[in-house]
Every structure is written in structure tokens, then in C-alpha cells.
């Protein structure tokens, strides 16, 4: 009985240890925004640079092999959140030692992971091959930079693990800085490698596995001086083998998320095909916004990740509420005037992605769609944020199961009787069903957790 008061004396003082501000959002929001959006600025100079090649092939075996590669890769995205929520409740226990233990775990899943990635290099870029069935030269280009950028997937996952700890502890400008260490590395690298010494496909592919390097070694200096200073950790401890069965039953849970969330956007791309290659490079152009909206929506869902999971420890549950209201509030205002912008300017901005006076006259008609993403998938990215950071990931799953089931209604539904129109409803009615399942979930699950 003494015991478990201590326990609930010690839990009420994590939880005052703490509070949930507008600031602390921001101070995790703001950087990390601006770190994911380093990821499409990598993108768009890897196509300029093997663009200014002037060979149509190499860029289509480029925009192959980045496609099969992030499809690979979506299967071990949970190294990144899955880390994230379990150090932020170690963070919020004052479990400094378990702080520690997570961050290796993801480091030894993530180094096995990555030998094996790179050790399947080839048989990943054949696989690739025969599902995208391009012409010979594209299929050639694709498994080069399959082959050579898959060398990069130690570190790549390790960096995904560095990244989960660092938001874990709530350290958004640590994180900013890592991210733009390995990007800026990677751009000018793939500047000099791929446009100035003229190896091209090549070059971008090994400018992608040097970043990756110098990033994790960086970030490795950093968090291993910090250890270093810190209460030793047994080994035991890091192999405790229910917290590995745990680590696993949350990651395999993200990685269905992940997936279904995958398939939803190939039903989505899938369907605008069958309306026409106009009305498919529209949708294109116009995903565009939805996709950069996401990036600064999920600066907020990282700060509902941390600051979640970081209440849950410290079963606090005023702070974890405070955490909901203030990330989908910030979220809200951020959605609100993403749409406000792309109402206005969307018509401008369609006109400086493409040159096709066709595709631009589609898009024109369905950027209402496009723009009103943002509002109708705030509470998505947002709850995806908190259920990370809690770790029910359970509830996740399954909730994005039922939200796929849904979208797979609405769009047999729909898209037949409203063409373009219908289709990109099913897209608006997936991520309201995402959304509001669970938020309808979150008061059942607060309600147990403290």
C-alpha cells in the first residue's frame, strides 16, 4: 500500500514537473516544420540536378526508384515515431535510464534491418523493375540509383531512431539541425557528384548515402557525450525482452498505418488514371498542396507526439488534455490559412509547376478540393500525433483500417457518378473518418490511462 502511494506521489510530481504552453508547442512545432519541409526541397533539387541532363530517361528512373525506395521505407517509418512516444513517456516517468534503453533498442532493430536492406539491394531493384515495366534505359537508371542508394539503409534507419529520441525528449531545434546537416549535405553533394562531375543518377544516389553518414555520426557524438554523462545503463537492460516484444507490437501496428495509408493514396492515383493522363497530372499537381500542407501539419502532430506520450508517463492527465487542445488549435489555424492561401493563389501557383495549358485548366476546376485538404485532415495528422505519442497503436491501426474500408465505399460510390469530383470527395471523407474515429476513441482511452 506505502508503495503504491509513493508511486502516485512520485507520477503527481512528473506531472507538475511539466507544462503544456503555447510556447512549448511552438518550441517543437516550429523547428520540425521546418526540418520536414527540407524533404521536398531535396526532392526538387535531386530532379533539377538530373533534369539539367536533358535525358527524359534518367529522370524517369529517378522518380521510379525514389518511389520503390519510399515504399520500402514506409515499413520502418515506426523507428522514428514508435521511438518517439516510448522516450517521451520514459521523459515524462523521469526514467532516465529507459530514456536510454529505448534509443538502442531502435539502433540494434535498425542496424539489422539495414544490413539486410542493403544486402537485398538487388533483388529490391529487379522487384523493382518488374513492377514499374518502364522502357529499358528508365529501368536501368531506377535499379543504379536503387543499388546504390539502398547502401545508405543502416544509417538511414539509424538516423530514423536518432530522430525518434531527439522529439521524444522534446528537442525540436536539435532535430531542425540534424535534418538540415543531412539534407544540406545531400543537396550539395548531389549538385557537385551529379550536375558538376557529370555522374548523374549516379551522383544523387551517393550524395543521399553520404548525407545519411555524416548525419548519424553527428548526431551519434551528440547523444553518445550525453550518455556518457549519465547513469551507466546495464546491458540487461537494453535485451529486457518483454520491452523489445512491446517495441515490436507498437511497430508492427504503425507499420499497417502506414501501409493502409499507402494504399488509399494508390487507389486515389489509380482512379484518376482511369479518367485520363490530363485529369491524372491535374490530381498530380494539385496532391502537391495537399502533401506541403502535411508537411507543416505534421510539425504539430510531432509536438502532440511528444507532448502526449510525455503526459502519459507522468499520468498527467490536465497536461495531456492541454496537449490536445493547444496542438489541434495551433493545427486548426495553420490549416485554415493554408486553404485561405491556396483559394487565393492556387491558380498562380498551378501555372508555375506546369507549362500545359490543359492539365492547368483541370486542376483550376478541382483546386477547391485540393485546398479544403488541409481543414478536412487537421484532426487526422493531429490524433495520429497524440495515439503515436500514447502509444496506442492498437487503436491507430485499426481505426485506419476502418477509414480505408470507408474510402474504398465512397470512392465505388462516388467517383463513378461524379467523375474527378467524386473522387476527390472520397479523399475528403477518408481523412474526416481518419480524424473523428479517433477522437470519438481518445475519451474511452483517456478515461483508462488516467
Known sequence: MGKRVLDQVSAAANGRSFVVTNRSVLAIAVPMTLAYLTTPLLGIVDTAVVGQLGDAALLGGLAAGALVFDVVFTSFNFLRSGTTGLVAQALGRGDELEEQAVFWRAVLIAVVAGIVLAALAPLVAIAGQWFMSAEARVSEAMAVYIRIRL???????????????????????????????????????????????????????????????????????????????????????????????????????????????????????????????????????LMNFFLIAGYFLDGFATAAEQLAGRAVGARAAMQFRQAVRLTLFWGFGLAAAATLVLLLGGTDLVALITTSEDVRAVADNYLAWAALTALSGVLAFQMDGVFIGATWSRDMRNMMLLSFLVFSAALLILAPAFGNHGLWAALHVFLLVRGFSLLAILRVRMRTAF
Open 151 to 285: 547502401l545508405a539503409a543502416p544509417f538511414s534507419l539509424i538516423n530514423y531512431a536518432i530522430l525518434g529520441y531527439v522529439l521524444g525528449r522534446g528537442e525540436g531545434g536539435l532535430g531542425l539541425m540534424l535534418q538540415l546537416v543531412l539534407n544540406g549535405i545531400n543537396i550539395a553533394l548531389c549538385i557537385l557528384l551529379g550536375l558538376e562531375l557529370g555522374w548523374g543518377v549516379a551522383g544523387v544516389a551517393w550524395a543521399t548515402v553520404t548525407g545519411e553518414f555524416v548525419a548519424m555520426l553527428l548526431a551519434l557524438a551528440i547523444i553518445g557525450r550525453r550518455f556518457w554523462a549519465a547513469p551507466r545503463l546495464p546491458r540487461h537492460r537494453i535485451l529486457d525482452l518483454s520491452a523489445f516484444l512491446r517495441m515490436m507490437s507498437l511497430n508492427r501496428d504503425i507499420m499497417i498505418r502506414s501501409f493502409s495509408l499507402l494504399a488509399a493514396f494508390a487507389l486515389f492515383t489509380r482512379q484518376g488514371a482511369q479518367f485520363g493522363t490530363v485529369t491524372l497530372a491535374a490530381n498530380a499537381v
